[in-house]
């Protein structure tokens, strides 16, 4: 595995696990920004595993849609990506909600750490981690 990979997934799993301990602990607006990092991170690891090149995006639907134009499925939806590309302003600026018109709780925090544990399971089984 190529070190940026290597370090790409190791980023990722540390917004995983402080996706967890935020949410764990009430603050809502950071689990679910760093659940979408985490998810964001893992994608471009894969981005950079396959050899496909890529602008600067945030997008997480860009990236599932790169990586399976490449014939690699991520087992993110189309709802997946619209509700995570959803997060990634409003978590981290104070523009209203994380989650367009509700408040962001502990079932939305769980919700979206479970996609980014499925979509780091599936980078390091694809990346050779």
């Known amino acids: 595995m190529k070190d940026s990979v290597r370090q790409w997934l190791a980023y990722a799993e540390e917004n995983l696990a ?53 014939g690699e499925t991520v087992g993110l939806t189309d709802d997946d990506c619209e509700l995570l590309d959803s997060i990634y302003l409003p978590s981290k600026y104070p523009l209203g909600s994380a989650l367009p018109d509700v408040q962001p709780d502990l079932g939305s925090c769980d919700a979206c750490i479970s996609i980014a544990d499925g979509v780091l399971r599936c980078a390091r089984k694809v990346a050779g981690d």
Not at 31 to 42: C, P, T
Not at 46 to 52: A, M, P, Q, S, T
């Open 18 to 70: 402080c996706a967890r301990l935020t949410a764990a602990n009430g603050y809502y607006n950071p689990a679910l920004q760093n659940a979408q990092q985490a998810i964001e991170k893992a994608l471009k690891a894969l981005v950079i595993h396959k050899g496909i090149e890529f602008r600067k995006t945030h997008s997480v639907q860009e990236l599932r849609d790169m990586l399976s134009a490449a």
